[in-house]
T-cell receptor
Framework: QQQVKQSPQSLIVQKGGISIINCAYE??????FPWYQQFPGKGPALLIA?????SEKKEGRFTISFNKSAKQFSLHIMDSQPGDSATYFC???????????FGTGTRLTVIP | DAGVIQSPRHEVTEMGQEVTLRCKPI?????LFWYRQTMMRGLELLIY????????DSGMPEDRFSAKMPNASFSTLKIQPSEPRDSAVYFC????????????FGSGTRLTVV
């Protein structure tokens, strides 16, 4: 079964707007939550990551919000730009394991 | 570092033919992953290796698929015989074992089986 559930499947945002992608998980053993960004014709690349001991992590225009009690986390892209148009994957992994569990991906389109 | 190197970038083959995809992980990375990406199913983990040893191949769809890692710098994914439903983008990724290390993905091989 899908260990990490991601929504929405696709998202269209105007330039300058905020893009929000949500993920949820069930396994409380997960303790590292990365986000990957994939441009067409390329492999996914690590964008930003968070551990559950913090509620928020910000890197430039990208912010992860983490709600441990709800077992949910989300990616916020502030001031979205056309260059942010890509597919975004959330993921989760647990200490001692080596395989990431990926969400199903969100295709983001930022309209100029 | 050149990153994870996959070859070929594109492969078009006829149904029933054998297909071999190749991957060179980043030097020093001791975990290697093979993924398949399709519109319908997203990213699927097929198999992964730690220190050249297959750890989990439960994602390999059927016996037509096989993967090897004869040394730390090379891995292959073979499909024999290939079928049209195998058409997808196949990614190889590598990482270090343990700790919170991200995966580094290759650029993928786009396989089309006609």
């Amino acid at each position: 079964q899908q260990q990490v559930k991601q929504s929405p499947q696709s998202l269209i945002v105007q330039k300058g707007g905020i893009s929000i992608i949500n993920c949820a998980y069930e396994n409380t053993a997960f303790d590292y939550f990365p986000w990957y960004q994939q441009f067409p014709g390329k492999g996914p690349a690590l964008l930003i990551a968070i551990r559950p001991d913090v509620s928020e992590k910000k890197e430039g225009r990208f912010t992860i919000s983490f709600n441990k009690s709800a077992k949910q986390f989300s990616l916020h892209i502030m001031d979205s730009q056309p260059g942010d148009s890509a597919t975004y994957f959330c993921a989760a992994i647990m200490t001692g394991a080596n395989n990431l569990f990926f969400g199903t991906g969100t295709r983001l389109t930022v309209i100029p | 570092d050149a990153g994870v190197i996959q070859s070929p970038r594109h492969e078009v083959t006829e149904m029933g033919q054998e297909v071999t995809l190749r991957c060179k992980p980043i030097s020093g990375h001791n975990s290697l992953f093979w993924y398949r990406q399709t519109m319908m199913r997203g990213l699927e983990l097929l198999i992964y290796f730690n220190n050249n040893v297959p750890i989990d191949d439960s994602g390999m769809p059927e016996d037509r698929f096989s993967a090897k890692m004869p040394n730390a710098s090379f891995s292959t994914l073979k499909i024999q015989p290939s079928e049209p439903r195998d058409s997808a983008v196949y990614f190889c990724a590598s990482s270090k074992i343990g700790g919170y290390y991200g995966y580094t993905f290759g650029s993928g091989t786009r396989l089309t089986v006609v």
